[in-house]
């Protein structure tokens, strides 16, 4: 099987290298707007940019673009080029089906190196001169060249535990799994495997002498399910690696978010904990350009995944750690090392907007960068310039070149433009409300296309998953506010309390107190909006998934008629239930109070009598009710429980369950008809 791959993959190289400019033309998805108005499948027919990597002099940017096929149900990815002007825009892989990922810089910028179907490959600039690279019999997760180029790091899967057939090999054909301890699956997977970083050699035509810097150690590194490359890095000098790790297992991994920073040396295969005395998140570790400084993110609390995510820097020769952002009180995305070595630059949303902001070591307050209504992705250094993605409301992502001394943007990429010039333009703004304990509330709101003040529109208030988070300038393929807009809807989105941008105490209302005043300021959001007479206060909605589901559960039992229909999510319906299925117990343990059965504590105890589904009895609104049954962050018995309680009291109600998607709905099918019953729903409704 694997020999059939290789030569196929040689074929389809060998026809369509893409010297031939014309076959970027063939692969992008040709889309004709009839009538300006944003769709389903509109939205997905745009193509998705993605990982963008500066050439080591700085004066190309390579990027990868993902394109969705409805008919085939699945997306491929391709590599692209441009020079740091934004001239020059070329495609360099263009093979059929292919899905290249990972691709980095090699040999000087000479080559570039990505993976194909787990297999690492090298190609040149131009699109020639495909080769795989061999040596490693496995499949490579993700991968990073060592300063020197003489050696890779990459993530690979190593095995995890005892399968039944281990303990009893003569009922190899047996299924069932058994588990000892807890942790036994996670986001959407039985955990039966864990990544592990490994280091090799390399000459340009083969991995050699491959170390497994977690020999025998049951631990996750990147950490899953989000963790990736960017939790490991290379020293300068290419002799040392830094990582991030939480090594425990179990239930003490399902309580804990307490990850560490380890520094590897080659040499001696020497580990050593670098934070141990910090208890919370520490991740994705950056060495200094001149190799004197170590930065990495850090919450301080265990067992808080929404704690404040502060930059820390540390002098490796003495050891002595500084907490860069602490008079900065927003949280710190992505960062890398000014080329001087004597600051960092970072991505931070303050406010519902994401930006670029410059600090230096000596920890005086940031410098914002860039300014704008749309928000910036982490940044990478090309030259005197910086290189990131930047998206809003109204595009998605496209790479831009910014000049740090100026913020001055300039855009590199126009994946979207031919589908973007079709659209008529939706218009909108931030507002500011006055909650019921006197603070003020931030809220989006997102008009139709030729929106006229003196008619009236439904609306729709969407709520926040999280939940912590914040609703800023986000471009998404699932909650598409310009989609909802583009269906003659209103849009209201409250950063309501527990969201990220506004300060830390904002954020940390929330937890104890999911049904308190983060409710109060949703109602508050609509009664706002409802004094407007261009919206029809009889035809309101109410939306949200995971914690924004929770919301809608919620309110459906306490609105008081304000909303005319509702639609959850992966939504928690029974929080006792959910805190005993779910797999990371540290955010529901955090942000609950505790356990269903620490009777003692008044403010777990508050929180399961608030649940959701006690409120069922009050329901009258219609639902919508949609779930992936590979969800094992909130399990799709959540939704199913919520419909039939929905059904009991004769309130008008559809669920809709995937078998095939997690939290998410993420194939393009699945997608679109996900988006179909939702819209199909609302214009029963409100319409």
Not at 177 to 196: A, F, I, K, Q
Not at 309 to 332: A, P, V
Not at 430 to 448: F, G
Not at 469 to 493: E, F
């Amino acid at each position: 099987m694997r020999k059939l791959f290789i030569g196929m993959m040689t074929l389809a190289a060998s026809l369509t290298a893409c010297s031939d400019h014309n076959a970027r033309q063939t692969k992008r998805n040709t889309v004709t707007v009839a009538d300006g108005r944003l769709t389903p499948d509109i939205l997905n027919s745009f193509g998705r940019v993605s990982d963008p990597q500066v050439s080591p002099d700085g004066k190309t940017v390579l990027y990868g673009v993902s394109f969705p096929d409805i008919g085939q149900n699945k997306s491929y990815r391709d590599l692209f080029l441009v020079n740091i002007d934004g001239s020059d825009n070329r495609q360099i892989t263009c093979t059929p089906w292919n899905y290249e990922t990972n691709a980095r810089w090699m040999k000087g910028g000479s080559k570039i190196a990505y993976l194909h179907g787990g297999q690492l490959f090298e190609i040149n600039p131009d699109g020639s001169g495909i080769t795989e690279i061999e040596g490693f019999g496995e499949s490579i997760n993700e991968f990073t060249v060592s300063p020197d180029g003489k050696k890779i790091l990459f993530t690979s899967n190593v095995k995890a535990g005892q399968r039944v057939t281990d303990i009893y090999p003569d009922l190899p054909k047996a299924t069932g799994r058994l588990t000892d301890d807890l942790m036994y699956r996670h986001w959407d997977e039985w955990v039966e495997s864990v990544p592990h970083p490994f280091v090799a050699d390399y000459d340009g035509k083969k991995l050699s002498n491959i170390i497994d810097l977690l020999d025998g150690e049951p631990y996750e590194c990147p950490s899953k399910p989000f963790g990736d490359i960017s939790e490991l890095a290379w020293s300068p000098d290419s002799k040392a690696i830094a990582y991030t790790c939480r090594k425990k297992t179990g239930k003490d991994y399902t309580l804990s978010t307490n990850s560490d920073v380890y520094l590897y040396r080659l040499d001696d295969r020497r580990t050593v904990n670098l934070t141990e005395e910090m208890k919370g998140y520490d991740r994705c570790p950056q060495f200094s350009p001149d190799g004197q400084w170590l930065a990495w993110t850090s919450m301080e609390r265990d067992g808080y995944e929404a704690d404040l995510n502060r930059l820390f820097i540390m002098n490796i020769e003495t050891g002595t750690k500084t907490f860069l952002t602490q008079r900065f009180d927003y949280n710190i995305e992505g960062f890398t090392w000014a080329p001087d070595s004597k600051g960092l630059y970072f991505s931070s949303c303050v406010n519902a907007l994401t930006h670029l902001y410059a600090i230096a070591i000596d920890g005086k307050k940031p410098r914002q960068i860039t300014d704008g209504i749309f928000d910036v992705g982490a940044p990478a250094l090309a030259g005197e310039q910086l290189v990131a993605t930047r998206h809003s409301m109204m595009e998605p992502d496209e790479v831009i070149a910014v000049n740090p001394a100026t913020g001055a943007i300039t855009q590199l990429t126009f994946e979207n433009k031919h589908i973007l010039d079709q659209l008529k333009e939706s218009r909108m703004e931030q507002r500011w409300m006055t909650t019921t304990d006197n603070k003020q509330m931030h809220t989006w709101i997102v008009y139709p296309p030729d929106f006229d003040a003196s008619k009236k529109y439904p609306a729709i208030m969407m709520c926040l998953g999280g939940p912590q988070g914040a609703i800023s300038q986000g471009w998404s393929y699932r909650w598409n506010y310009r989609l909802m807009a583009a269906q003659g809807y209103i849009v209201i989105l409250p950063n309501r309390r527990g969201t990220t941008a506004f300060g830390q105490a904002w954020t940390e209302q929330i937890s104890g107190d999911y049904t308190g005043q983060n409710m109060k300021d949703y109602l508050t959001a609509v009664d706002e909006m409802k004094k407007e007479p261009f919206v029809d206060g009889a035809r309101i909605a109410c939306t949200g998934a995971s914690y924004g589901g929770y919301s809608v559960f919620w309110l459906a039992g306490n609105h008081n008629k304000r909303f005319r229909a509702f639609i959850a999510h992966a939504g928690v319906f029974n929080s006792e239930h959910m805190y005993m299925t779910t797999e990371e117990l540290w955010f529901p343990h955090w942000d609950n109070g505790g356990a269903p059965w620490d009777k003692h504590n008044k403010t777990a105890q508050r929180t399961y009598d608030e649940s959701p589904h006690k409120y069922a009895n009050r329901w009258d609104t219609p639902i919508l009710i949609t779930h992936g049954e590979k969800d094992f962050r909130i399990p799709y018995d959540q939704a199913m429980a919520a419909f039939t309680a929905a059904r009991l009291h004769d309130v008008p109600a559809e669920l809709l369950l995937f078998p095939d998607e997690n939290h998410w709905v993420l194939k393009p099918q699945n997608s679109i008809l996900w988006h179909r019953i939702f819209y199909r729903w609302l214009d029963k409704w409100m319409k």
